[in-house]
């Protein structure tokens, strides 16, 4: 049962013998990675307790992105991967995005009065939080 | 190549597959892919998340101050370190140093059962205060609108965070058996670093779930 | 390499070695099978067994709906009828039916692979089918739930009746879908055979590389939508309690966010058939294959920004119902596309009228005006008038009946004689087609009148004067459950009895047609070297031959 053109075709396809290279490979990279994380953890458990308002959120999420992006490129090798595998995560990852701007859009441009109840500009709740009408007491 | 390189382990090519090369880097996307899904099921939780937060931010800001920040902090530093010591793991096993492959994912290991233990302890004291999910909230020190919205979501994302943490960890386990037998060398790791690749998809979850539900 | 006339008369007379169908006849080989091919008939004998059941849930909401009054079911059976019709037919059979069934066994052979990436993984996608399955009948048994296939919330998470078993049934189901999705992926990316380019791969291979992608990025979101339902139901703790300040409309965003890429998944897979079956049945290249295959990712992708427009009176803010209203109008383009270049294709061809290309016309006809239909709907302004009516419902049967089911319908009997060797009656093929196209138009037609007309869908009870259009809608589904019968019939005879087909009946220019029918369990003696453009008609070697080096 043979088969033509093995490795061939449209597909590129790392050569094989560049293994007796990994013994060069260096641990290093991951040393400087988890220092980096752990000084960015550091960072925003800092600016966290500032409690800074608005901003705080959105520093949050950048210093998120960072570490995230550090685990992504070194950790997991996005960096010295396939052109296909990190379409891969670009994507799903703009999908997450597509889902989550056009939910949030929805609740942040509604007519206020179709909001939850108990949001600071609705209607007001007469009852506490997670008390059924028949469970008020008298 | 060398006669020892020779006597090291490879992977089986499958007989669909045109060479190994080939196999591996179809494990590596079919991975890649399986953690994109992954991504796209916490997304969910996070849409549930984004949408309350913005409607009850008082709520939420005043919940997560009654949250264990040193517990989350710690937390954090764990499974950071646990992406570290997996990373090292299969570069152990691609410098064919299998007993130092070994130890890394066991401690890799550890780690993640010392994420479960100051979860479970987070857990008993949430019990202890009826600072419970839905209609079981009964937390005495916040008791306005959101709150128990706040709690559900805190429930269901660490709860379903938790969950991919064990079966990381059985699948950590399961390839610490097969590197203890010598099955990963530089002339084959694909199978550690798939599992090193669902380690880290954890951590990453975990790097967004910390500032969100612990430093609003 | 050139596979000469000898080779393909060889092939198709007494192969040395022998079919997957041969190989191996214990229950076991088949139950434990990692042969694409094996998976493949599994799933379609699977997926026409739930075809029929969701087809008689139909037809027993049709007839109940012979009386504008309370008549042979009771209200609650009603919305148990329509809430199992829905949910069989969407995650039993269209979601699978033709990546699953079709896409498992020709896939591989269209690529020149011996199989799909992750063989074993292929058949735990069936496993996993089975295990939603048997979920869901058991569900059935104990009543079924009734909140409609959409389990909108506070509803589904407070009903009574037996949701839960159904909601995960579907969170399993969706998992299959998942994992077949990505091995699909795979497949495409690293088992092409030697020269087969990108630009080269067959238009199958382009619609289900895109329903692929889309069966990747959408389920999961079902899949912890539905989880967290479950868990409201059984924890009495969620997200879309409006007594705890949870927003139901919440739940329809991540709902409809899976729910309108999925009937992508199930009428994508069904374009890539016909552009199959066009091409062979005009004997002509495809008019625009670039513009084909490209348009099955623009459906993939531009198919994630609509999901708005199931929801226009749902709650939402204007702004969204206005970008999601504007946005799905971009994704009726990719379609329209696609119609034009399969009629370019046809154009000057040299029509061969058997069964497969009668239900190509049915296609064609059907999605047009399903499509078209989609669009007026789309628009938001209209879609006030029409939501929740009939007419919404007549536009998807248009597609999810008239376009996906007429191309799983041309997808079998193209590649019956390809999958048993042996032909099916055609005589016979072209009755059922025609009993099936007039059929459906009689079902649905007055659908589209009913629902202009006010009335609305899932209703157990309606005003008299509706009557009429409800009956002639009954009397065309029961023609329509004819046509179909009479497939299962002469199919199951052909299976045994049929006459033995040569390796390419057809004389089709596809790849799956160069190595026999049915296939050897390793699919091609030597992995073909392509160097052609596929479905090329244009070669002047007798039908049979397909040149490849």
């Known amino acids: 049962m043979g088969e033509s053109g093995s490795s061939g075709g449209a597909n590129v396809a790392l050569h094989p013998d560049d293994r007796h290279e990994e013994h060069a490979h260096s641990a290093i990279p991951y040393v400087v990675v988890w220092i980096a994380l752990l000084v960015f953890t550091a960072l925003t458990y800092l600016t966290g307790k500032q409690h800074l308002g608005t901003w705080a959120l959105f520093i949050a999420l950048a210093i998120a992105c960072l570490k995230s992006a550090l685990v992504a490129l070194i950790f997991m090798h996005l960096k010295d991967s396939s052109g296909m595998t990190r379409l891969v995560f670009g994507t799903s990852l703009v999908f997450v995005g597509i889902l989550l701007f056009f939910t949030v859009a929805d609740v942040a441009t509604r007519f206020r009065p179709a909001t939850p109840a108990g949001a600071p500009f609705g209607t007001e709740r007469s009852r506490p939080e997670g008390l059924l009408e028949h469970e008020m007491p008298e | 190549m060398s006669p020892e390189a020779a006597s090291l382990p490879e992977g089986i090519l499958a007989h669909h597959f045109a060479s190994l090369e080939r196999q591996n880097e179809a494990m590596r996307l079919g991975m890649w892919l399986f953690l994109a899904t992954e991504i796209l099921l916490f997304a969910g939780l996070f849409t549930g998340y984004s949408v309350y937060r913005f409607e009850f931010p008082l709520a939420f800001a005043e919940c997560s101050r009654h949250l264990s920040l040193t517990a989350g902090t710690v937390n954090t530093i764990v499974l950071i370190t646990s992406s570290f010591t997996v990373a090292l793991s299969i570069h152990f096993a691609r410098t064919d140093q299998r007993r130092a492959a070994v130890v890394c994912l066991a401690l890799t290991i550890l780690l993640a059962l010392g994420f479960l233990g100051i979860k479970a302890i987070e857990y008993t004291a949430h019990f202890r205060e009826h600072a419970l999910p839905g209609k079981y909230y009964a937390f005495e020190e916040v008791k306005i609108p959101g709150a128990a919205m706040f709690y559900t979501l805190y429930f269901m994302m660490t709860g379903l965070h938790g969950l991919h943490v064990v079966a990381g960890m059985s699948v950590l386990t399961w390839l610490l058996w097969r590197t203890n037998q010598g099955r990963y060398s530089s002339r084959y790791y694909t199978g550690l670093e798939l599992g090193g690749l669902y380690w880290h998809l954890v951590d990453l979850v975990w790097i967004f779930l910390y500032p969100l539900l612990y430093l609003i | ?549």
Not at chain 3, 286 to 297: D, E, H, N, W
Not at chain 3, 472 to 494: P, Q, R, V
Request: glycine content about 10%; overall charge neutral; some cysteine.
């Open chain 3, 1 to 549: 390499m050139r596979l000469s006339e000898d080779d393909s008369h060889a092939l198709a007379g007494a192969p040395a070695a022998p079919t997957y169908l041969e190989d191996g006849t214990t229950v076991m080989s088949w139950l434990n099978t990692r042969d694409h091919k094996r998976v493949g008939v599994m799933f379609l004998v699977s997926v026409i067994l739930f075809f029929f059941l969701g087809g008689l849930f139909a037809l027993l909401i049709r007839f109940k709906l012979l009386q504008p009054g309370p008549f042979f079911l009771d209200a609650l059976g009603y919305n148990r009828m329509f809430t199992l019709h829905g949910v069989v037919m969407i995650f039993l059979f269209l979601i699978p039916s033709i990546p699953s069934a079709f896409g498992n066994f020709v896939l591989p052979l269209m690529l020149g692979a011996r199989d799909v990436a992750f063989p074993r993984l292929n058949l735990f996608s069936y496993y996993l089918y089975l295990a939603g399955a048997v979920l869901a009948i058991l569900a059935m048994i104990q009543g079924g739930a009734d909140t409609g296939w959409t389990f909108y919330t506070p509803y589904s998470s407070t009903t009574a009746t037996q949701v839960l078993p159904v909601l995960l049934g579907v969170f399993i189901l969706g998992f299959s879908s998942i994992l077949t999705g990505l091995n699909f992926i795979v497949t495409v990316h690293t088992l092409r055979a030697p020269g087969l380019s990108w630009m080269r791969l067959p238009l199958f291979v382009w619609g289900i590389y895109g329903t692929s992608i889309i069966q990747v990025l959408a389920t999961p979101v079902i899949g912890i939508t539905v989880l967290i339902v479950a868990v409201e139901r059984v924890g009495g703790f969620g997200l879309f309690d409006p007594a705890r300040g949870g927003d139901p409309v919440l739940f329809q965003h991540m709902f409809w966010f899976y729910s309108h890429p999925a009937v992508y998944i199930m009428v994508l897979p069904g374009m890539g058939v016909i552009s199959e079956t066009v091409a062979a049945f005009s004997r002509k290249n495809p008019f625009g294959y670039k513009a084909i295959a490209m348009s099955s990712l623009g459906i993939a992708f531009v198919g994630f920004f609509t999901w708005g427009h199931h929801m226009f009176v749902a709650g939402q803010s204007t702004f969204n119902a206005g970008a999601f209203g504007i946005l799905s109008m971009f994704v009726g383009v990719f379609t329209a596309i696609k119609v034009f270049n399969w009629v370019g294709t046809m154009y000057r061809g040299a029509i061969s009228f058997k069964t497969p290309f009668a239900y190509i016309c049915g296609f064609l006809y059907f999605i047009v005006f399903g499509g078209m239909t989609g669009v007026a709907l789309a628009t938001t302004s209209l879609d006030i008038h029409w939501h929740d009516t009939y007419f919404v419902v007549a536009h998807f049967h248009f597609i999810m009946v008239g376009a996906s089911v007429m191309a799983f319908l041309a997808a079998l009997h193209y590649w019956f004689p390809k999958m048993f060797g042996r032909m099916y009656p055609e005589g016979w093929g072209l009755v059922a087609a025609s009993l099936i196209i007039l059929g459906f138009n009689a079902t649905f037609i007055p659908q589209f009148l009913l629902g202009n007309c006010g009335m609305p869908r899932r209703y157990y009870q309606y005003p008299e004067h509706f009557q009429a259009l409800n009956v002639a809608s009954t009397a065309g589904a029961t023609l329509l459950g004819f046509g179909f019968l009479i497939i299962l019939i002469y199919m199951t005879i052909a299976l045994r009895y049929g006459q033995r087909s040569e390796a390419n009946p057809w004389g089709s220019k596809g790849f799956e047609w160069l190595t026999a029918s049915p296939p050897p369990t390793h699919n091609f003696d030597e992995i073909p070297t392509i160097t052609q453009m596929p479905h090329d008609y244009r070669t002047h070697e007798p039908p049979g031959v397909i040149r490849v080096a």
